[in-house]
């Protein structure tokens, strides 16, 4: 009777029968590295530290069978368990993406992959990435070069003076801004 296992990723290679494999909340991050497990058909990486770019070639790579695949809780798989400002159209964007990667998934974190689904995924997946600038290619302006409205006398926070200034509106046409809430009988 087995009591304890401890086994590296590394290690799989002696299980190259191994079907399934279940590598939840183990800070495992991209740099992953499965051996080939040719026979492996449900994956489930779960609450790690997953963002991946070259992780869904790699499984493409390594794990030709896979049907069964599950990311939730990681930053690749933005949902709102991982971040609050994530909505159904990004999770969808991302659901695509990685279909057409791996086109031999069935059913991919909590939802079973459907024949539309995949035939979006086929024509247009590929454009679903979600591409964030790299910290070296922003641009970061000095203060000094961002555009304020106030007067030079008021851009400074430290020595900061109130602004008074007059403002004329004109409105013209029944349909302005300015005659938005009043009705012709009460012209």
Do not use: W
């Not at 909590?110 to 024509?123: F, P, S």
């Amino acid at each position: 009777r087995l009591k304890y296992l401890f086994l590296s990723l590394a290690g799989l290679k002696a299980f190259t029968g191994l079907e399934e494999l279940v590598v939840d909340n183990n800070l495992l991050g991209n740099d992953l590295q499965l051996p080939r497990l040719p026979t492996l058909h449900t994956l489930t990486l779960n609450k790690n530290q997953i963002s991946f770019q070259a992780l869904l070639e790699h499984l493409a790579e390594a794990t030709p069978s896979l049907q069964y695949l599950s990311l939730l809780g990681n930053e690749a798989c933005p949902n709102q368990l991982v971040s609050l400002d994530k909505d159904e159209d990004d999770y969808q964007r991302y659901r695509y993406f990685v279909l057409h990667k791996l086109p031999t998934l069935k059913f991919l974190d909590t939802r079973k992959v459907c024949k539309t689904e995949q035939q979006e995924a086929e024509a247009r997946g590929a454009f679903m990435k979600v591409v964030k600038p790299k910290s070296s290619d922003m641009v970061v302006s000095s203060p000094s070069t961002l555009y304020t409205p106030l007067p030079r006398g008021s851009r400074d926070g430290k020595n900061h003076k109130g602004v008074l200034a007059k403002c004329r509106y004109i409105y013209y046409g029944k349909h302005s801004e300015g005659n938005r809430f009043i009705r012709n009988d009460q012209l």
